[in-house]
């Protein structure tokens, strides 16, 4: 995977939450953030899955999760999973003391009922 186009290591992640949610009020099930440009975006089982809407709107084709303790990384074009890759800027998550779902405060009490909706 080393030396793939659409991967910058040296960018830095947005923040520490998905930038759509946080602008909205929203909230999200987990993270993953863009490989290319930093952009850290909700995963497609959030409620607003703008982790995919990235890729759609940019073309930038990996994602790294953003969840504490995952490093695999997901290829938007080839519906490809690599259990690993290139070292991407710190922080390489959000916060450990963030919950999934999360931000605090955000997430609804009848949030799994939500997702399954």
Not at 58 to 82: C, D, K
């Amino acid at each position: 995977m080393s030396g793939e186009n659409g991967i910058d290591p040296s960018v830095p992640p947005s923040g520490s939450g998905c930038a759509e949610c946080d602008a909205d009020g929203g909230w999200w099930f987990h993270l993953r953030r863009c490989a290319q440009c930093g952009h850290v975006g909700c995963c497609d089982s959030s409620p607003a899955k703008h982790a995919t809407a990235h890729f759609r709107r940019t073309g930038h084709p990996f994602v790294q999760s953003y969840e504490p303790g995952e490093s695999w990384f997901w290829n938007y074009e080839t519906n490809e999973l690599y259990e690993g890759g290139p070292e991407l800027a710190a922080p390489v998550s959000h916060p450990s003391e963030q919950p999934a779902p999360g931000p605090a405060g955000r997430v609804p009490a009848d949030w799994a009922k939500v997702l399954r909706g």
